[in-house]
Nanobody
């Protein structure tokens, strides 16, 4: 069982930055690929970024490429999402998730955090 706890969300002006963190309570953290997803009101949950277990591979949605960076610290069992140049359309609840497969596919992720709200004001 993997428990995930996100933090770092908040209110920021357009053009600003936030860094989200997701702490995992599992000893074998490096065996899990990690992903960030988001869900805006009235919309389906969408993929944002993923990182492989050892951090050697990353993948981004086109909408965030060049602005967001996913990283991980396996010694701390934590994954991060650095978000720069934020736009109003980035407003959503952000979720981290763990998977035994490196994937952008929502259905491949077995464990989810509770989510953290990110609000970007224009």
């Amino acid at each position: 069982q993997v428990q995930l706890v996100e933090s770092g969300g908040g209110l920021v002006q357009a053009g600003g930055s936030l860094r989200l963190s997701c702490a995992a309570s599992v000893r074998t953290f490096s065996t899990y690929a990690m992903g960030w997803f988001r869900q805006a009101p009235g919309k389906e949950r969408e993929f944002v970024a993923a990182i492989s277990g050892l951090g050697r591979s990353t993948y981004y949605a086109d909408s965030v490429k060049g602005r967001f960076t996913i990283s991980r610290d396996n010694a701390k069992s934590t994954v991060y999402l650095q978000m720069n140049s934020l736009k109003s359309e980035d407003t959503a609840v952000y979720y981290c998730a763990a998977s035994t497969s490196y994937s952008r596919n929502y259905s491949q992720y077995n464990y989810w955090g509770q989510g953290t709200q990110v609000t970007v004001s224009s």
